[in-house]
T-cell receptor
Framework: EAQVTQNPRYLITVTGKKLTVTCSQN?????MSWYRQDPGLGLRQIYY???????DKGDVPEGYKVSRKEKRNFPLILESPSPNQTSLYFC????????????FGEGSRLTVL | AQTVTQSQPEMSVQEAETVTLSCTYD???????LFWYKQPPSRQMILVIR??????QNATENRFSVNFQKAAKSFSLKISDSQLGDTAMYFC????????????FGAGTTVTVRA
């Protein structure tokens, strides 16, 4: 089954404790991206990757890191989480087709205390 | 930068009735794509419908249709014969026609279908 898999789905952590949210896709997509969803703001792009070893900032990259060492994986790293990073996070992937559909993971609910 | 505005935070509709969700956007691009995504309580993001800006014909997917007004930069979604399973948050989203696959989202509209 074609899918984007995120882990963990739920996480409660404390300020400053490094964490990684993993994302893996099995559709051989070149493009992958991370979004965060906050009430009243919709989804906003954090980082994206056009291919292996190619990453770039989105609209709200502060406090996040990413890496793309393999085509299928695109982890999101919070080196020192803060309460303002409490949010719902989505990973998405897609092919290089103008206006092509992005496929989303099921979301990861992160709470930073 | 593109902005997407959904002015209706919440809407309620009776089962089998029709509801229309509004979306406006701001862009200087001439070639772009517009989307409506559905997010049910499961949180999964599901593509509902897609419109290419260079096509004048409005997109339709079963009970879902759009009214695309390019000059007015308006992209409304109509849900006909509403069903309980349509209860969800709906997001309008914009993507440029260049090699940029970023989706810019509106704030969302929560639709509740009443039995």
């Amino acid at each position: 089954e074609a899918q984007v898999t995120q882990n963990p789905r739920y996480l409660i952590t404390v300020t400053g404790k490094k964490l990684t949210v993993t994302c893996s896709q099995n559709m051989n997509h070149e493009y992958m991206s991370w979004y965060r969803q906050d009430p009243g703001l919709g989804l906003r792009q954090i980082y994206y990757s056009m291919n292996v070893e190619v990453t770039d900032k989105g609209d709200v990259p502060e406090g996040y890191k990413v890496s793309r060492k393999e085509k299928r994986n695109f982890p999101l790293i919070l080196e020192s989480p803060s309460p303002n990073q409490t949010s719902l996070y989505f990973c998405a992937s897609g092919t290089y087709r103008a206006g092509g559909e992005l496929f989303f993971g099921e979301g990861s609910r992160l709470t930073v205390l | 930068a593109q902005t997407v505005t959904q002015s209706q935070p919440e809407m309620s509709v009776q089962e089998a009735e029709t509801v229309t969700l509004s979306c406006t956007y701001d862009t200087s691009e001439n070639n772009y794509y517009l989307f409506w995504y559905k997010q049910p309580p499961s949180r999964q993001m599901i593509l509902v419908i897609r419109q290419e800006a260079y096509k004048q014909q409005n997109a339709t997917e079963n009970r879902f249709s759009v009214n695309f007004q390019k000059a007015a930069k308006s992209f409304s979604l109509k849900i006909s014969d509403s069903q309980l399973g349509d209860t969800a948050m709906y997001f309008c989203a914009f993507m440029t026609g260049t090699n940029d696959y970023k989706l810019s989202f509106g704030a969302g509209t929560t639709v509740t279908v009443r039995a």
